[in-house]
């Protein structure tokens, strides 16, 4: 089946601890994004990356840092340094482009204890 | 920053009547998108109309672009109680260069009883 997979699903995380959410896809897209979801908010994008071995920040990257290693794969990292991580994660991907329709994962809802 | 602004922020209806939500944006654009999503899952697209075509269809769906108001709308016919999720319009910013990346606006929790 071709689509994009987040995982895991549900993380729990202790204050001053860094944790990385993981983002595949099999669609041969080049293009991969990060988005944050909060209650009311919308989607606010993190990074995004149109090519293997490039990416760019978003508009609310602090505190977080991604890779973009192989084309199919595009880790979030939500670092320390972000002072209010609980959040829903969704990646996407699509066609480069931001005229092109974005496929999405199912998310990560990220805790922080 | 937010490009898209969905009105209302809420509806709720009765299965078999209609649902129509708007999206206003601020900047020019190439195209917009509108996407759906459950409670608690990624978002899926519904449609994308560019910035020449004034009206589209797909199946229940009927999207309208005013390019002259920096404005959409989303008309769902005959709605159902599986149609309850909430609604997003994306816009990419026409600029110089070619567009990279959408802009969500907050979503729209539409509400179908049966």
């Known amino acids: 089946d071709g689509g994009i997979t987040q995982s895991p699903k549900y993380l729990f995380r202790k204050e001053g601890q860094n944790v990385t959410l993981s983002c595949e896809q099999n669609l041969n897209h080049d293009a991969m994004y990060w988005y944050r979801q909060d209650p009311g908010q919308g989607l606010r994008l993190i990074y995004y990356?149109?090519?293997?071995?490039?990416?760019q920040k978003g508009d609310i990257a602090e505190g977080y840092s991604v890779s973009r290693e192989k084309k199919e794969s595009f880790p979030l990292t939500v670092t320390s340094a972000q002072k209010n991580p609980t959040a829903f994660y969704l990646c996407?991907?699509?066609?480069?482009?931001?005229?092109?329709?974005?496929?999405f994962g199912p998310g990560t809802r990220l805790t922080v204890l | 920053s937010q490009q898209g602004e969905e009105d209302p922020q809420a509806l709720s209806i009765q299965e078999g009547e209609n649902a129509t939500m708007n999206c206003s944006y601020k900047?020019?654009?190439?195209?917009l998108q509108w996407y759906r999503q459950n409670s608690g899952r990624g978002l899926v697209h519904l449609i994308l109309i560019r910035s020449n075509e004034r009206e589209k269809h797909s199946g229940r769906l009927r999207v309208t672009l005013d390019t002259s108001k920096k404005s959409s709308s989303l008309l769902i016919t005959a709605s159902r109680a599986a149609d309850t999720a909430s609604y997003f319009c994306a816009t990419d910013a026409a600029t110089q260069g070619g567009s990279e990346k959408l802009v969500f606006g907050k979503g729209m929790k539409l509400t179908v009883n049966p």
């Open positions: 900047t020019s654009i190439n195209n």
């Open positions: 990356s149109q090519i293997v071995n490039d990416f």
């Open positions: 996407a991907s699509s066609f480069r482009g931001g005229y092109n329709e974005q496929f």
